[in-house]
């Protein structure tokens, strides 16, 4: 089987954890779901997303526990028997293992945090480190860090529009960096989404181009969007950075209406046999220029 199917199984896998974290979760069951044996299924659980599948468990029934005890009422015991923590204690060593306090005090500091910013969740609009907004119409949509919807640790990026219009409008929050660390390489990007309400499509993006600003290689995920609700999954792009490049841009792209969160970025090499993902532009080069009258049909 080819690597790139592997994600689609991944894909579903996740999804399937996604919608139980408060059920109980086994390797056999989360395998039996995407179709393979148990032992199969963690060698290419691992090896795509970098974790174990029971890692991968415990690290989001956290997050989602962080995110309850900020935004809900509940009990701490309650909210460790919803997340299959067998007992209290159990929990707060898990979590102070993540968050480095106790789940008591992490709600006292991050809720003061909050109640300091409106008590709404901690925004800061087009004032992320390392990140800007841009696009066609970047002035009708909103990027900032949120406290509620998070994948991993405390808190996630979000883009999301607010006075669009047009399903033809786009924003993305993006960066760019200098190409030189992987020449000749080929990388993955990867990171994880989630999405509500999109109407028109979102997408990683990564574009690889050399030193006159000519694109050498370029993926969207315009042949796989991510569209409507989803729940947190991962996605990745594959590109090859030729010696000639000298600039790398990636980000997450929203066209049309939506709010999209993303997580956990990250780059790494990649050999040969992981396909690429860049979107080759077809077009038939012509012998002589035809039709300059715009009379022929």
């Known amino acids: 089987m080819r690597t790139v199917n592997y994600q689609r199984i991944i894909q579903k896998a ?12 086994t390797l056999e069951n989360i395998a039996s779901y995407a179709g393979f044996s148990k032992y199969h299924f963690l060698r290419i659980f691992q090896k795509e997303t970098g974790i174990t ?18 935004y809900t009422d509940e009990s701490i015991i309650n909210i460790a028997y919803y997340f299959r923590f067998g007992t209290q204690e159990s929990f707060t060593r898990a979590f102070k293992k993540v968050y480095h306090m106790p789940p008591g005090q992490y709600r006292r500091i991050m809720s003061s945090i909050i109640n300091k910013n409106g008590g709404k969740n901690m925004k800061q609009q087009q004032k992320i480190k390392g990140w800007f907004l841009s696009g066609s119409h970047p002035f009708n949509y909103e990027m900032g860090i949120d406290t509620k919807e998070v994948h991993q640790g405390k808190c996630s990026g979000y883009l999301k529009s607010v006075t669009v219009q047009s399903a033809d409008e786009f924003a993305t929050m993006m960066q760019q960096f200098k190409a030189e660390k992987f020449l000749g390489k080929r990388v993955k990007l990867s990171a994880f989404v989630k999405t509500k309400n999109v109407e028109g499509f979102c997408g990683l993006w990564m574009r690889v181009d050399n030193t006159l600003n000519d694109v050498l290689q370029f993926d969207n995920m315009s042949d796989r969007p991510i569209v409507k609700d989803t729940n947190w999954n991962l996605y990745s792009i594959v590109l090859d950075v030729p010696e000639n490049s000298a ?28 396909p690429t993902t860049n979107l080759e532009i077809a077009y038939d080069v012509l012998d002589e220029p035809i039709n300059l009258s715009f009379e022929e049909e």
Do not use: C, P, T
């Open 247 to 274: 600039l790398i841009s990636f980000g997450v792209l929203l066209s049309g209406k939506g709010h999209v969160w993303v997580d956990q970025f990250k780059f790494e090499e990649v050999d040969k046999s992981v």
């Open 14 to 25: 996740i999804n399937y954890i996604e919608d139980n974290l408060h059920e109980s979760l």
């Open 53 to 70: 599948v029971g890692d991968y468990v415990r690290i989001r029934r956290l997050a989602s526990a962080a995110s309850m005890l900020l």
